[in-house]
């Protein structure tokens, strides 16, 4: 939490925008859960997203966190990054699994200037 804090202090700073993406979904990521869904499910993040966007437990067990730091105002949209996240996630797991898996983005700052309507709240997947 004071890594997020911390981003978003400085996404505020320099203009630019911070994206937190949450994966939810308790029943695949219980810990000692033994079908492998919590190491699929991170082999996914690790490969749709950016070596510099910031990957971790959001809420020990339940909730994994990516932080999509240092995103122009200009630059991808968080639907392209959604579902480029969200492809891995239905080859990694596959369609029947991906059906317990819940995301949801956050934008920061909440009022962002020239976003197109992606700048505030939360948007569901």
């Known amino acids: 939490m004071n890594l997020l804090r911390l981003e978003r202090n400085r996404a505020e700073r320099s203009g630019r925008r911070l994206v937190l993406m949450l994966v939810e979904s308790p029943s695949l990521l219980k810990p000692g859960d033994r079908t492998g869904a919590a190491e699929k499910i991170q082999y996914a993040l690790s490969h749709s997203t950016r070596d510099a966007d910031i990957r971790g437990w959001y809420q020990d067990g339940a909730v994994i966190g990516v932080i999509f730091t240092e995103l122009p105002l200009a630059g991808p949209s968080i639907s392209k990054i959604s579902a480029k996240v969200n492809s891995a996630l239905h ?6 699994r991906l059906g317990n898996v819940a995301l949801s983005v956050h934008v920061f700052p909440d ?15």
């Open 91 to 96: 080859g990694s797991l596959g369609a029947d």
């Open 111 to 125: 009022h962002c200037e020239g976003c197109k309507g992606e700048g505030s709240g939360v948007e569901a997947i």
